[in-house]
């Protein structure tokens, strides 16, 4: 899994979080969308956790530009509770779905991974 996130201290959860499901693996943490495509190609992940609101490329631009880039790969947009977004956008990003980051636990992104992963 990558984490794309401008916040350190969110990158730092979710590398708990993955550390907390049996059978995941951090492949690598960025802090922009730009470095998001650059670790895309050289990680070559399965799962992509991105940051809804990042500066720059925000986290649907990247998510198109690395759906676009390695169509397998699935996309999950990770945003603040109070910013859901719509399934139009979502789906216009390739993102499969949508979290808010208070509801990203060991068993959601289970579920996330079983659901729109494949896993």
Do not use: C
Not at 20 to 31: K, L, N, Q, R
Not at 51 to 68: F, Q
């Amino acid at each position: 899994m990558l984490t794309v996130d401008d916040d350190a201290s969110a990158r730092q959860s979710a590398r708990g979080l993955v550390a907390a499901v049996p059978g995941f693996t951090s492949v690598g943490e960025v802090a922009s969308g730009e470095e998001a495509i650059e670790a895309l190609v050289e990680l070559g992940p399965d799962l992509v956790l991105v940051d809804a609101d990042m500066p720059g490329l925000n986290g649907y631009e990247t998510s198109r530009r690395l759906v676009a880039a390695r169509p397998r790969t699935t996309v999950v947009v990770v945003h603040a509770q109070d910013e859901s977004p719509a399934a139009e956008a979502l789906k216009a990003a390739g993102a499969a779905t949508g979290i808010p980051k208070a509801a990203l636990t060991p068993s959601a992104l289970q579920g996330l991974w079983r659901d729109h992963g494949g896993g």
